[in-house]
């Protein structure tokens, strides 16, 4: 008997697009190594800026402190637009923005033209960077798969910084200084193809408008602060303009918790802190971010200003640094995954702060080999170790409705660390030095610094191992959040619609 198909049955869903997950993990780490590199890339090209264009002595340092400032104060309400317009959207926009300012940088005439594009850059990465990390998230379910794509993100991300002196200083002697920043428009040109055609859109599925007071706020309060760190390298900590905004910045950010109780739709839902993996791992990375980072500043002037090298060469020894912060991210997963977040974070920090002790014993003589090459080494690969399962335990869990703004507080937490950690070093390092031009002076003030950070990687570490979810709740979760991240009802589409895959 032959039986006839039954049209009153619904016909299947269309299946919905296959996006490669080893383009998603590509694009996403892409445009984070741009929004890195960008960081540190235009500090070996500064006295060829300064000449070309007349900047003054301020005008240089707000060369790094516009991106900066910029990157920190939006990077929030860049994660939060994610998640609300779409991350495959505002990726698109941070890149495309992000490209045209560095093109407007490049061909710039005058100073303050170049001022506003670096500041235009930093507007880009700040709507950027949330969306990588919130993109590869939902591109990978939860599990080995994502943790090594995580761990991906961070060597790329880590690299970025690492090879910026490498690169800019490359490119201001071959080239000139314009290539600091013309070199970001053919590869944002790039990302910007492959971003289109690979990544499917996805949000949270609720178009509820933008908390713009809490976005204000905590705009404010983030940029205000980074201002007052900054500043600290041109005034006194006591210095007026110094205390204003490290005071006013702070205010801004306890009235921004405040009204964030009373509305309906926060850009910072009260839950989102509320989750012990969020908070802690949150706390971890702005402590091994003020550490950590402020490491390439100290051993590029070290290796020039103490050693004679000349900027290339400086940028030349320390690649075997960038390669350990790569090597030690990208070995992270396959360690998680025997011994737990916790424990590889606690142990990564311990081996950054022996780098950083052994750092310490610097001196005006020193070999490439004993005061460069191979503390660096160690300061970098502990780093790499401990940024990833910090990344993962902050990321696990998020409802699909936060992962971006969980993404924006990862990024935050280690810029802003960051940020204030290279002040607070640099005002160590001077007070050691006293003024002093002699090489054993700055060669003490340097190893201050090192000491200090070495001091704060320990108290991390302590701080980790009391606070860190134990292995077994590494992924507690936030409310609403379903397993991998992607919920069940329809219109909740994942930025990357992919299969599970067993690699990333």
Not at 321 to 349: E, N, Q
Request: hydrophobic share 55%; charged share 10%.
């Amino acid at each position: 008997m032959t039986h006839m198909p039954d049209d009153s049955l619904p016909a299947p869903p269309p299946a919905r697009p296959r996006t490669r997950t080893w383009a998603v993990v590509a694009a996403a780490c892409a445009g984070q190594f741009l929004v890195v590199l960008d960081v540190s890339v235009v500090n070996v090209a500064l006295p060829s800026m300064r000449t070309d264009l007349g900047l003054s002595a301020s005008g240089l340092q707000w060369v790094v402190n516009a991106y900066a400032i910029a990157f920190a104060g939006f990077m929030l309400l860049g994660g939060r637009a994610a998640d609300i317009y779409g991350r495959k959207l505002m990726f698109l926009t941070g890149i495309g923005l992000f490209t045209a300012a560095s093109l407007a940088g490049g061909f710039a005439q005058e100073g303050w033209q170049l001022l506003a594009a670096r500041a235009g850059q930093g507007l880009g990465a700040a709507v950027l960077s949330p969306a990588t990390l919130t993109i590869l998230t939902a591109a990978v379910p939860e599990g080995p798969a994502r943790t090594r794509a995580i761990g991906t993100w961070m060597a790329v991300g880590a690299g970025g910084g690492a090879a910026g002196g490498l690169i800019g200083g490359v490119l201001t002697d071959v080239l000139s200084w314009r290539w600091v920043l013309l070199i970001n428009v053919p590869v944002g040109v790039l990302v910007i193809a492959g971003a289109a055609a690979w990544l499917a859109e996805g949000r949270a599925g609720d178009r509820r408008r933008v908390d713009l007071l809490g976005a204000v706020l905590v705009t404010a309060g983030l940029a205000t602060t980074a201002y007052g760190i900054v500043q600290t390298e041109a005034a006194r900590w006591g210095a007026a303009g110094t205390l204003v905004p490290l005071l006013g910045g702070p205010a801004l950010l306890g009235v921004f918790v405040l009204a964030e109780t009373r509305v309906a739709a926060p850009l910072m839902p009260p839950r989102v802190l509320a989750a012990r993996a969020v908070l802690a791992a949150n706390v971890a990375m702005l402590l091994l971010g003020s550490a950590t980072f402020g490491m390439w500043y100290f051993m590029t002037v070290y290796a020039q200003n103490v050693l004679g090298y000349s900027p290339l060469e400086a940028g030349f020894a320390l690649v075997p640094t960038s390669a350990a912060v790569f090597a030690g991210a990208k070995a992270a997963p396959a360690i998680m995954a025997r011994t737990g977040a916790r424990p590889l974070a606690v142990a990564g920090a311990l081996v950054a702060a022996a780098g950083f002790g052994w750092q310490s014993t610097m001196g005006v003589d020193g070999s490439y080999l004993t005061s460069v090459c191979l503390p660096g080494i160690l300061m970098m690969a502990g780093s790499g170790l401990a940024s990833t399962p910090l990344a993962t335990l902050a990321t696990s869990g998020a409802a699909p409705g936060d992962a971006g703004l969980v993404s924006g507080l990862v990024n935050t937490s280690r810029t802003m660390g960051g940020a204030m950690g290279l002040a607070v070093l640099s005002t160590v390092a001077a007070a050691r030095t006293a003024g002093s031009a002699e090489a054993v002076e700055i060669t003490a003030g340097y190893a201050l610094a090192f000491r200090t950070s070495a001091l704060v990687l320990v108290a991390g570490a302590l701080m980790m191992l009391l606070w860190l979810p134990g292995r077994t709740g590494g992924t507690s979760r936030l409310p609403g959040a379903r397993a991998g991240g992607v919920p069940g009802r329809p219109g909740h589409e994942s930025a990357s619609a992919v299969p599970p895959s067993p690699k990333a």
